[in-house]
């Protein structure tokens, strides 16, 4: 059946706007103005992208199955310390499915990759909230427990992921309105290298605030107050795939050594992906290990879980960020498709003729 269908062609760096180009990354790109069909019919080709997008769509069922089994098994909606749990679940299902999505249909046009990579963005400042309120609820050592620090923990983590957000979408374009408008054909307001620091800072600063209790626990606490049992191994798998993924991202490794050679597998978003979903999964298994295991002492100790310290701030944290993902959006929204489609036009037949089929 599937020789029946057409695949779409796929393009070399030279041939596709600056704005689509990855380092090291030679060919394997997309039609910078996929219709949705042909964004879908790629899934199942191989280009740069196809891998990318399995490695998150995939794990996105299987913390989705997790999610309805806690839910339904521990009854959460009776149970107010699950509530944390939850929440958690939710951000890891929420994560890996923007990013599929974002990849699939960023090359639908310049303006709809921006917008997929704002939501991506979204996803991921939401899923470092999740983190967050978890750790308050069940992951703090026990001589934090009731601290000020602790009082404070979940607030300045919203906080966090507005910087996150809001850093984040600038990396790409700049202010909206002030620095960009709908006419952003070829043009990058914010330097690559600018847009990169902005970005690996975006997302590692929340990253290390979420994690200071978790490193003190497990890396300096000594003695009583630790919380010291065999979650902390789980955690230091965490702690390790996690810092494997922020170097990955970071330096794109292996392709930026041998430019062209891991096109299509074996780049480093890919391997980003990967150890970013392992990761995910063992904060998971600490943090399920945690709520269980201390749950009696927590309950009689720790700050009291209620609907506006995890429910609530989770909420809170989706309308402020669909607020500034809309507010970078907007100029983008407005763009006159005809001018974009007016500067591909030729694409198609040039490449046709020059760019074999994958």
Known sequence: MFSLIKLPRVFTINQVPK??????????????????????LSLFQLTNETLNI?????PTWYFLWKTGTVVLMLIAWQDFF???????????????????????F?????????????FDYGALSFYSLGSAISYSAYVFPDEWVNSLFHQCYVPMAVLNTVVCTGLACYSRLGLPFLQYNH????????????????????????YLFDNIPLFYRVFLCVGEGCADNDTNILHCKHITLAFLTGFLFAT????????????YIGHSHQLFHV???LGTHFQMKAIEQDMMTRRPWLLQNSIPITFSNSVGAGLLCVVVNLTII?????????????????????LKKVSAKSCPCC
């Open 19 to 40: 704005v689509f180009h990855e380092d090291g990354i030679v060919s394997g790109y997309r039609h910078p103005h996929s219709s949705a069909t042909d964004c879908i």
């Open 54 to 58: 399995w490695t998150h769509f995939l």
């Open 82 to 104: 699950t509530w944390p749990l939850v929440i958690f679940l939710l951000s890891c299902c929420i994560y890996p499915l923007a990013s599929s999505c974002a990849h699939t």
């Open 106 to 118: 960023s090359s639908m046009s310049e303006r709809a990759r921006h917008i997929c990579f704002f």
């Open 183 to 206: 006419d952003i054909v070829n043009r990058l307001p914010v330097s690559p290298k600018l847009s990169k620091y902005l970005r690996v800072v975006a997302f590692a600063y929340p």
């Open 252 to 263: 794109h490794l292996p392709e930026r050594l041998a430019p062209g050679s891991f096109d």
């Open 275 to 277: 150890c970013g979903i």
């Open 326 to 346: 809309l507010l970078f959006s907007l100029p983008l929204l407005s763009a006159p498709v005809f001018k974009e489609r007016k500067h591909y036009s030729g």
